[in-house]
C-alpha cells in the first residue's frame, strides 16, 4: 500500500523560507513522476513542481520558478520542495502527488496522479 506523507508546513513571513517533505512508502510500480500540487481556499488545485524520469527532468509553474526547487532522495524515497522567497500568494494547502506508468498528461495534470498524500499547510503573511 502507497502512502505519501508531507510535512514542513507552517507560517512564515513574506520573504522567509520554508521546505517541504514528502515520505513514500510502499511501492509505486512504473513511477514516472512526483509533484508537488497546491490548493487555496475557492481555488482549483494547481501544479506547483514536478520532478520526473527518475530525476532527469524538472518542471515548474511559472509563478513559482526561481523560487522553488524540487529535489528527491530515492535512497531516502523522499521528495522535497524548498521554498525561497516565499509570497502571500503561496498560501495554501500543498500536496505531494505520485504518477506511475507512461502517460501522455502534462507534468501539472492532476487527475493524472495516482497516489496523494493528505497535504501540509503553508501560510505566508505579508
Known amino acids: 500500500q502507497v502512502q505519501l506523507v508531507e510535512s514542513g508546513g507552517g507560517s512564515a513571513e513574506a520573504g522567509e523560507t520554508l521546505r517541504l517533505s514528502c515520505a513514500a512508502s510502499?511501492?509505486?510500480?512504473?513511477?514516472?513522476?512526483m509533484g508537488w500540487f497546491r490548493q487555496a481556499p475557492g481555488k482549483e488545485r494547481e501544479g506547483v513542481a514536478a520532478?520526473?524520469?527518475?530525476?532527469?527532468?524538472?518542471y515548474y509553474a511559472d509563478s513559482v520558478k526561481g523560487r522553488f526547487t524540487i529535489s528527491q532522495d530515492n535512497a531516502k524515497n523522499t521528495l522535497y520542495l524548498q521554498m525561497n522567497s516565499l509570497k502571500a500568494d503561496d498560501t495554501a494547502m500543498y500536496y505531494c502527488?505520485?504518477?506511475?506508468?507512461?502517460?501522455?498528461?502534462?507534468?501539472?495534470?492532476?487527475?493524472?496522479?495516482?497516489?496523494w498524500g493528505q497535504g501540509t499547510q503553508v501560510t505566508v503573511s505579508s
Open positions: 502527488a505520485a504518477r506511475a506508468g507512461f502517460t501522455y498528461y502534462r507534468w501539472d495534470y492532476a487527475p493524472g496522479y495516482n497516489y
Open positions: 510502499g511501492y509505486i510500480e512504473r513511477r514516472n513522476c
Open positions: 520532478i520526473c524520469s527518475g530525476g532527469g527532468s524538472t
